[in-house]
């Protein structure tokens, strides 16, 4: 297979693409190659995730912890067919669990900062889940496939990116990675529904800077 990664033709053996292989969803196969995860679509996704132009676009904006397209992928035909994407390799997300507060915290601005700049630019978030977001020490959101530009005000767009990213911490960071009983999990939800602020907010101001971020969950569940 030949593809062109902006304008430099890069070729795979059937065998390289086997070796290079990393994992495969619904829209399309994710290849690691050099220090980048391609992403190529399915023949019969590829009207529904980034269009050429929405990831061209999404190039130009500068984010920390919310992964982005870098370069466009095309076939020997130079018809658009994916994106690439910078890897990270994957530890134990288990190992959240002992991230100390501080360094939390310091992972909540970098995506809130994000956050900021991409509903600035009216970039709307979807699909951020467990499947989604990469622990390698930092906490990395990757394959924008699914985010998309809207015409409404960036306020708006910037209360519902929270919403979404509110939604992520508490149920795809938090609850799947601290062995958390359900009454513990029912504690959680309402202690964090009931306070005021998005749910980074709510940890700064509760938690101390050298407590793990299991034994402030277990604290407040403790309440």
């Excluded at 992928?73 to 669990?97: T, V």
């Excluded at 202690?191 to 940890?203: E, L, M, P, R, S």
Aim: charged fraction near 30%.
């Amino acid at each position: 297979m030949k593809i062109y990664m902006g304008d430099k033709m890069v070729s795979f053996t059937q065998e390289q693409l086997d070796y290079l292989y990393h994992s495969e969803g619904t829209e399309g196969t994710i290849y690691r190659y050099q220090d980048f995860a391609l992403k190529i679509y399915h023949n019969k996704q590829r009207q529904l995730g980034l269009s050429e132009e929405e990831a061209k676009r999404l190039m130009n904006i500068k984010t920390a912890r919310i992964t982005l397209p870098q370069m466009l992928l095309y076939d020997e035909k130079k018809d658009y067919i994916g994106y690439a994407e910078p890897f990270f390799m994957n530890y134990s997300k288990k190992l959240i669990s002992k991230m100390k507060m501080k360094t939390w915290n310091k992972e909540l601005e970098q995506i809130n900062h994000d956050v900021a700049i991409l509903s600035q630019n009216q970039v709307k978030l979807e699909d951020v889940s467990w499947w989604n977001y990469i622990y390698n020490g930092e906490i990395h959101l990757v394959d924008p496939g699914s985010y998309h530009f809207v015409s409404y005000e960036p306020k708006k767009i910037k209360e519902e990116n929270k919403y979404i990213i509110d939604h992520f911490l508490l149920y795809d960071v938090l609850i799947p990675n601290l062995s958390m009983t359900k009454k513990e999990q029912e504690r959680l939800k309402a202690h964090f529904k009931t306070a005021q602020g998005n749910i980074g907010q709510v940890i700064q101001q509760e938690a101390s800077a050298e407590e793990t971020v299991k034994t402030y969950v277990k604290r407040i569940c403790k309440l």
